[in-house]
C-alpha cells in the first residue's frame, strides 16, 4: 500500500509505502485508515511547499501538527535546523557545548520524531 507525492519543479517524486511480509497478516481497516490520514497530511504538506512556502519554522510547525509526527524540543529544534544547515554532530556539539554523542543522540531522536532515516530524508523534508 503507498502513495507518491510529486514536488513541482524538483523532479523528484517521493513515495511513501507501508509494506507486509508474505507470512504476515493482511492490512487491517485501521492500518487503511492510518494510510489514508498520512496520505491526505503529506498530500497537504506537498501542496503547500507547492505554493513557497519554504520557511523552516513553518514547515516544522506544520509537520510536528500533522498525525503520526510527534513535536521537537527546543533543543531538538535547534539541532534539526544545524542538521538542515549540514552541520556534523562534531560541529553541533561544540556549539552547543555538548558532546558530539549527545548531539548524535538528539538527531536520533529527531530522526524518530519526524519519521526519516537520515539527513538528506530530513533536509528534503524541513528545507524542500
Same mark, same amino acid.
Given at each position: 500500500m503507498g502513495a507518491g507525492f510529486v514536488r513541482t519543479g524538483s523532479g523528484k517524486t517521493h513515495i511513501l509505502v507501508v509494506n507486509r511480509g508474505r507470512t504476515d497478516r493482511p492490512f487491517s481497516e485501521? &492500518?487503511?485508515?492510518? $494510510?489514508? %490520514? $498520512?496520505? /491526505?497530511?503529506?498530500?497537504?504538506?506537498?501542496?503547500?511547499? &507547492?505554493?513557497?512556502?519554504d520557511d523552516f519554522a513553518a514547515n516544522l510547525r506544520r509537520l510536528e501538527s500533522l498525525p503520526g509526527f510527534t513535536g521537537l524540543s527546543r533543543r531538538? /529544534?535547534?539541532v534539526c535546523r544545524m542538521l538542515s544547515n549540514r $552541520? /556534523?554532530?562534531?560541529?553541533?556539539?561544540?556549539?552547543?557545548?555538548? %558532546?558530539?554523542r549527545t548531539a548524535e543522540r538528539h538527531v536520533l531522536?529527531?530522526?524518530t520524531k519526524l519519521n526519516v532515516s537520515n539527513r538528506r530524508e530530513l533536509i528534503e523534508l524541513v528545507r524542500p
Open positions: 485501521r &492500518d487503511m485508515k492510518n $494510510m489514508k %490520514s $498520512m496520505i /491526505t497530511a503529506f498530500s497537504e504538506l506537498y501542496s503547500r511547499l &507547492d505554493e513557497g512556502e531538538e /529544534t535547534v $552541520m /556534523t554532530s562534531r560541529n553541533i556539539g561544540k556549539i552547543l557545548r555538548i %558532546s558530539p531522536n529527531i530522526y
